[in-house]
């Protein structure tokens, strides 16, 4: 991962450069134990490489960058609260760690401290441009949350609904962080498109592969339990296939557990097994891969440049992460 050195570094930067106030410490010290946890800078990193595949200097989006690094962290703490999870990369998630009141206010505040990061754009970047981007992109967001919470009283989720889903909860960010690196760039609007659909698909494939590693990956380096979806009664790709592909009688005992989360450690189990009857797994493989190879080709429209090399080597690391 050394070639994505020089990106983190400089988002790195920027984050000890906010200058976060010691008081109210209820309010800032729980941005600063999220933001300087161990998280991976995936999407301030492919906003600079966005606006470094329009043929301008990186740097110029570093405003964009910290603003979507701000606004996911944001999503984090308040989707932790509404998961009621207990572990987030490897410790325990602000929520808990403080309480949810505190956790709720902490996360507004970052968004806010994100759209005061599009201010900083220089006069000639078309600032209402980029903050109905941004703005219209954490909308869909929040869309793809709303769908989820309503999937967990639906019993009869389909595959392509959950696409849907997930092409606002989890892609729609990845889009807008490459998207504002060519606005930041002042790129054409074919390539701001380019930049966008490059986006969509590789979020797709990110959340597949995330369903998939609940119950692949090595928990220590996942930093969730193995099957903790499961445990959870979630709608993953995994869980929706699974519910279309088994018979009546399995459904009628799937559909039955996820009435009464969390599930038994004996049930969770089983789940597996039917998971593995009908390769659900490899069925998710083939379908990210998919998206991975669409997201190349995508990216094969743009000229060369080290950029282009480089954020062909960060999808690469991606279809191979095992955390």
């Known amino acids: 991962m050394d070639f994505i050195k020089p990106y983190a570094s400089l988002i790195e930067r920027e984050i000890e450069q906010l200058g976060l106030p010691e008081k109210p410490s209820t309010l800032y010290d729980p941005q600063r134990y999220i933001l300087l946890s161990a998280g991976k800078r995936i999407r301030p990193i492919l906003t600079l490489m966005g606006c470094g595949l329009c043929d301008h200097d ?10 979507v690094e701000l606004v996911h962290n944001f999503t984090l703490i308040h989707d932790d609260i509404m998961d009621q999870a207990e572990i987030r990369r490897g410790n325990p998630p602000v929520h808990m760690k403080w309480d949810e009141s505190t956790a709720i206010l902490s996360g507004d505040s970052l968004f806010v401290q994100a759209l005061l990061q599009l201010q900083r754009f220089p006069k000639e970047v078309d600032f209402k441009k980029i903050s109905e981007v941004f703005l ?48 930041a760039a002042n790129a054409s609007s074919e390539k701001l498109e380019q930049l966008d659909i490059l986006g969509q698909t590789l979020g797709l494939a990110f959340q597949i592969q995330d369903d998939l590693m609940d119950v692949t990956a090595d928990p220590e380096k996942f930093g969730k339990k193995k099957g903790g979806d499961i445990w959870e009664g979630k709608k993953t790709f995994l869980m929706v296939k699974t519910l279309e592909c088994c018979n009546p009688d399995e459904r009628e005992w799937l559909t039955e557990c996820l009435k009464n989360r969390p599930l038994e450690s004996e049930d969770v189990q089983n789940v597996l097994k039917l998971y593995k009857k009908y390769d659900v797994t490899k069925t998710a493989e083939v379908l990210l891969n998919q998206y991975y190879e669409k997201a190349i080709n995508i990216l094969g429209q743009f000229g060369d440049s080290n950029y282009k090399q480089d954020l062909q080597q960060l999808i690469n690391y991606l279809k191979r992460r095992d955390s």
């Open 58 to 67: 990186i740097k110029k989006a570093l405003p964009a960058a910290l603003a």
């Open 136 to 183: 219209e992109g954490v909308n869909r967001v929040c869309e793809g949350q709303a769908l989820d919470m309503e999937f967990e009283k639906r019993l009869d989720v389909t595959p392509d609904e959950y696409l849907e889903m997930i092409a606002g909860k989890t892609a729609a960010l990845i889009s807008v962080s490459l998207t504002l690196g060519g606005m």
